[in-house]
């Protein structure tokens, strides 16, 4: 091997690595017994904090799961044939993908949805992907009101492509900026990616900005969070062409960070240009239902050069879950969900009005999630409640310049009125500290 390569040595092999960067010796420990290892992961996990009242939201949210999601998604049956390759063996898992797919199409009130993709921020990224493929343009804007780890995800992936990447501001009222996209809509955008509601919690009907975005024949891309479809107006009706999400809500535990689930779904006449994986339902020769894979474009199935993705499989089981959470919850069972969340939000939107030196950051609808402006930094206040065993809201100086202030605070179904009044109480006490 080292004759073909034209190299002397091993080390050789890592020439390009700067010095200062490498390592004299791995310093692996000792190997440790079954028992002793277990020991050492429970002492390490012992100094997880798992018992904050969590009110964080940003994109990914303390919903509540029922029992049975984990216990049908775990049957061996589904929990490792995740790989519908071979219909004739699939059939189980290629169904649970089509009611999946038929459940995200009935959320976003599109035609079409995959099976699936990673998560979120990926859904955009492949989103995007898949507009530009259409309108065979280059260029893209971004809003400011989607997530922000969602922009930093696009930034790295169109760094080293020919993406022309533009973000554009939200307005002083934590909206879309209308007259900031007028001036920058013009033939050479392929497309625009809005999201509803926005980082902040903001609800916008963006039906006027989206027929703007279609008059100069981009297509425009909505990032939506799927408990909110419970109640507020869907994609699909304010003229969305492509439509993704993260699918955490939908039966997935925090877990750290992932496995999360991204889904998307789009027009029928899009449907050659979607990545990922579309099931079917069709015949046998004997006349009897039946599912396949109808469209498979990855690099495993066609010319990696004319794929659409490399998604990988294991987003079948986290699509299982979403659809076991749907069918056990039910249609009047997550609008009473969404309802629930509503109600939550705007309990606490009313107590913490209350307090002196808190102001709405945008005064503006919310669903079940608000930005509040704090006479303090909101990191200091945050840390301060974290100490007394509440997690109160996601510090937006994160990742907005300037906004030091500002809190972002989530509510969900789980979170009882009792622990809202603590929270507030807490909260206040801290900004009196």
Known sequence: MFQTLGIADFDALFEAIPD???????????????????????????????????FCGAGFYDHYIPAAVDALSSRGEFYTAYTPYQPEASQGTLQAAFEYQTAICRLTDMEVANASLFDGGTALIEGIMMALRQTRRNKVLVDTGVNPIYREMLRCYTRNISIDYEEVQISNNGLA???AYADVLNDSVGAVVLQNPNFFGCLDNLTELIDSIHEVKALAIMSVYPMALSHVETPGAMGADIVTGEGQSLGLPLNFGGPYLGFMATKKKYVRKMPGRIVGETEDGQGRRGYVLTLQAREQHIRREKATSNICSNVQLCALRAIIYLSLVGREGFLDVGHQCMDRANYAWHKLMAIEGIEPAFNRRFF?????RLPKDASEVVSTLVDQGIAAGFPASRYYDGMENILLLAFTEKRTKEEIDIMVTKLESALKA
């Open 20 to 54: 200062e960067l490498r390592s004299d010796e791995l310093d692996i420990p000792e190997g440790l017994s079954e028992m002793e290892v277990m020991q050492h992961v429970r002492k390490l996990a012992s100094k997880n904090s798992t018992d904050l009242v969590n």
């Open 177 to 179: 900026d209308r007259a």
């Open 368 to 372: 079940n999630e608000f930005a509040i």
